[in-house]
């Protein structure tokens, strides 16, 4: 009798939905598959049959077998499944073992939603402060790391930034400001970045992937799969993201099981939400304007005791009929980001927001930030979708703010070398998730 013990893996596809090119179906010969730490429960065999159903007339109470839509081969039917594919995983960093997340599942997994920058350096020491916006380094990160996000262990709490101008006269510019423990020589921590695509890279992601079902008896494979959804919220204080894949197509092959895969675990250490400031900028960021500078915006730390944040893909499927697919690809038509803080003291200086349309930057760090390690997110222009003057006072509890934010469009990245905005990587993006290497 076989045991439902089963792991999940994945693989990055070099083409959508991993087509043999001799027969035109999906095929795993030349997929390297990573098994993935997560969570169990979420480990099912996924999708549901798509089916042509037949209402024909008939001279009794009996209906006819519905017709599957698929293809053929060798005068076969060939079994097609489409659905979801759900994953959770916490967030435990690369660590010293390498300094890249391209051959990571973590990368692996943002990746297939999102696009990614790995900075030119992985730390360097400033060699003076000008402020709290702004560091000489001792070796300057090259122009295309603007936007990336960056992280310093001050006084003992993992703070970050990202990084808004390169400057030609050698200083690196970053906002929203880091505290006033920002003095001396710190290292500067450099985190691998993931964005959405904006403007003119609108609708693109790093890669597709495929996932693998394995266990007892048992084995299923998804193809063509795309980041529909991630959700990040707490877990005693550790960060746990909910991952929801739409698969292009899902088949099983239990007669080739060979039981589950231990999984593949980083070296690192989880993201805590401890250690850590949840900063909101006091002042707006540069949004509709084009900035003759990299925005430098002052910090306001929040007693923030609990977030959650979820970042929505709608997907589109680009139809065809040339493949069992249905589809070429599927593109990202349109993304949904909101962050929710739950405040236990009241910020009576944000009370107006909604208000006065207000747009700030907000950032959520995690601790802890070192070589390898550290965890950010970040919203660079955002507004509050809810009236934050609207305290909760129920029971006997303490008095508590919501906080409910979205993203608008930023425009505060700039490239003083060419004197313009800077808008290619993670420049300019309107999301941030950054990991440390």
């Not at 990040?232 to 099983?252: F, K, T």
């Not at 006091?282 to 949004?287: L, N, Q």
């Not at 990587?425 to 941030?432: E, Q, T, V």
Request: net charge negative; charged share 15%.
């Amino acid at each position: 009798m076989a045991v439902t013990h089963r792991s999940l893996s994945i693989a990055i596809e070099s083409s959508f939905g991993s087509l043999d090119s001799s027969t035109g179906l999906p095929s795993t010969s030349g997929l390297t598959y990573i098994s993935i730490p997560c969570e169990r429960d979420p480990i099912v065999i996924y999708g549901d049959v798509v089916a042509s159903e037949r209402t024909d007339a008939r001279d009794g109470a009996f209906s006819v077998p519905a017709e599957p839509d698929t293809v053929w081969a060798s005068g076969s039917r060939v079994r097609r499944r489409t659905g979801s594919i759900e994953c959770r995983v916490d967030l435990t960093t690369i660590g010293t073992a390498a300094n890249t997340y391209d051959a990571n599942y973590l990368g692996y997994l943002l990746g297939a939603g999102l696009l990614t920058k790995t900075p030119s350096q992985t730390s360097d020491t400033a060699s003076a402060i000008a402020s709290v916006n702004k560091y000489t380094p001792t070796s300057a990160p090259a122009v295309a790391d603007i936007g990336t996000l960056i992280g310093a262990d001050l006084s003992g709490r993992a703070e970050y930034s990202a990084i808004t101008d390169n400057d030609v006269s050698g200083d690196v510019t970053i906002s929203p400001a880091l505290s006033a423990n920002f003095t001396g020589t710190p290292t500067i921590r450099h985190l691998q970045t993931w964005y959405p695509g904006t403007r003119d890279r609108s609708g693109t992601k790093t890669h597709s992937v495929a996932f693998q079902v394995n266990g007892v008896d048992f084995k299923t494979d998804g193809f063509g799969c795309v980041l529909e959804s991630i959700s990040i919220s707490l877990d005693s204080g550790r960060l746990m993201a909910d991952l929801v894949y739409q698969a292009a197509i899902i088949q099983d092959d239990h007669a080739a099981a060979t039981g589950p895969v231990e999984p593949s675990y980083n070296t690192g250490a989880p993201a805590f939400f401890r250690g850590a400031y949840v900063v909101v900028s006091s002042t707006a960021p540069s949004s509709l304007t084009d900035p003759v500078a990299g925005d430098t915006l002052a910090r306001t730390d929040l007693d923030c005791e609990d977030f959650s944040f979820t970042m929505t893909n709608t997907l589109t499927p680009k139809g065809h009929s040339n493949s069992i697919l249905a589809m070429s690809e599927m593109e990202i038509s349109d993304i949904d980001v909101e962050l929710t803080l739950t405040l236990s003291a009241p910020n009576t200086s944000l009370d107006q927001d909604y208000f006065n349309r207000q747009l700030r930057q907000v950032l959520v760090g995690t601790g802890p930030v070192g070589d390898g390690l550290g965890c950010c997110i970040m919203i660079p222009c955002a507004y509050l979708n809810n009236d934050p003057s609207k305290y909760e006072v129920g029971g006997n509890d303490i008095v508590r703010q919501t906080l409910t934010y979205k993203q608008s469009r930023y425009n505060g990245d700039f490239d003083t070398g060419v004197s313009s905005p800077y808008n290619s990587n993670a420049g300019n993006s309107f999301l941030r998730i950054g990991l440390g290497i």
